[in-house]
Structure formats: structure tokens, C-alpha cells
């Protein structure tokens, strides 16, 4: 089975930090994405990529960015957390052919 | 562009009864449709996918799917409900299997 591990599964951080989401995933995938999830909003795209060293934006980047510096690493930065950025977010990877997306379990982050 | 729309943010039901789901979706090409469940605390699991093949899908669990184009619709079922389907669900469209576009959930509970 394909894993994909989220590092944290619950993180508090102050306003203004700097914080680092990690994504790992086990079965050499291209695709890599980050969603952030809200209760009555769904799934929203924030980021996603399709090789080493690309990214591309998706629906929701402001105050985001990512890096992807090996195939099996997803990274996702808040460059300065703050409030409004208290959410779970998940990561999900995708190989080829017409498989859907294979989810981590989540990070539920809380900015104060 | 494409969106989901799932009708109902809640949904509540009798151990033994029916369940129904409703997705419905704009694409402007043929789409590729899933259905994903979310237990508390975790990530997003396939239930279910179509892609252009039988209209009428199986997953896991005893769920299926009926992909209807003229309604626009991807709803889900399953003929008896188990305390073991409370969780929640999301539908989601793709056009190319890499960005996913999400609804907004439907919490299903289950009474005994």
C-alpha cells in the first residue's frame, strides 16, 4: 500500500512564526499536492507538483509556499503564520494512470 | 471550470436504512468522479471512482455510484446503512486526474 506520512498530527504555533509542514510518500509518485480543509468549505488546493523542483500554484497559495527538493518530500512553509491559517491541512500524492489521490492522515495546525 | 456541489451538510439516517448522497457537478469535458470517506482524525480514503467506463460504480463497504450525464449527478448509495459508515464524505471532479476539485462534505450519521 502507498503511505503517505504527515509529520505532525496536531501542531500550535504563534503569530508570526515560521512553520514547516513535511509530506513523505513511499511509492516514488510525480504528483504531489497540499490541501487545506474547513468545515463546510471541503478541500481547497493550495499548492501542488509534478517533479522534483516544480510547483505550481493552486487555488489558495497567498501565504504559502512549498519546496520539493527530493521526489518523496512535500514541503509546505507558512513564511509568517497567523490566525486565519488554523486549519487541517492534507497532503495527497498521485502516480500515473487513472488512480485518484493517496491521503496522509492530516495535520491539524492552530495558529495563536 | 469545474465545481461540486453535495446537497445536504448533514445527513442522518437509521442503522438498516438506505443512504443516498447526492453530488452533482459542472465540467466542461466528460469528468472523472470519486467519492472519498473521512473517519475522524484521519485523511481522505477512495471509496469509489468513475472513469468513463460502467456508469454505475462499486466501491468499498457496499457503496456504489451511478454516474447519470444528463442530470449531472454522481450520487451515492449503499441499500442498508451500518454504524460503521458515520463519517464523512466528499465528492470530487477531475478532467485530468492531477487537480481535483472538491464539495464540501456530507456528514453522515448513523442512528441505531
Known amino acids: 500500500d502507498v503511505k503517505v506520512t504527515q509529520s505532525s498530527r496536531y501542531l500550535v504555533k504563534r503569530t508570526g512564526e515560521k512553520v514547516f509542514l513535511e509530506c513523505v510518500q513511499d511509492?516514488?509518485?510525480?504528483?504531489m499536492f497540499w490541501y487545506r480543509q474547513d468545515p463546510g468549505l471541503g478541500l481547497r488546493l493550495i499548492y501542488f507538483?509534478?517533479?522534483?523542483?516544480?510547483?505550481e500554484k493552486g487555488d489558495i497559495p497567498e501565504g504559502y509556499s512549498v519546496s520539493r527538493e527530493k521526489k518523496e518530500r512535500f514541503s509546505l512553509i507558512l513564511e509568517s503564520a497567523s490566525t486565519n491559517q488554523t486549519s487541517m491541512y492534507l497532503c495527497?500524492?498521485?502516480?500515473?494512470?487513472?488512480?485518484?489521490?493517496?491521503f496522509g492522515s492530516g495535520t491539524r495546525l492552530t495558529v495563536v | 471550470a469545474q465545481s461540486v456541489t453535495q446537497l445536504g451538510s448533514h445527513v442522518s439516517v437509521s442503522e438498516g436504512a438506505l443512504v443516498l448522497l447526492r453530488c452533482n457537478y459542472s465540467?466542461?469535458?466528460?469528468?472523472?468522479l470519486f467519492w472519498y470517506v473521512q473517519y475522524p482524525n484521519q485523511g481522505l480514503q477512495l471509496l469509489l471512482k468513475?472513469?468513463?467506463?460502467?456508469?454505475l460504480v462499486k466501491g468499498i463497504n457496499g457503496f456504489e455510484a451511478e454516474f447519470k450525464k444528463s442530470e449531472t449527478s454522481f450520487h451515492l448509495t449503499k441499500p442498508s446503512a451500518h454504524m460503521s459508515d458515520a463519517a464523512e464524505y466528499f465528492c470530487?471532479?477531475?478532467?485530468?486526474?492531477?487537480?481535483?476539485?472538491f464539495g464540501s462534505g456530507t456528514k453522515l450519521n448513523v442512528k441505531p
Open positions: 495527497a500524492s498521485r502516480g500515473g494512470g487513472n488512480y485518484g489521490y493517496t
Open positions: 511509492m516514488d509518485h510525480e504528483n
Open positions: 507538483s509534478y517533479d522534483v523542483k516544480m510547483k
Open positions: 465540467s466542461s469535458v466528460p469528468p472523472y
Open positions: 468513475y472513469t468513463s467506463a460502467a456508469t
Open positions: 470530487a471532479v477531475s478532467e485530468d486526474f492531477n487537480k481535483f476539485y
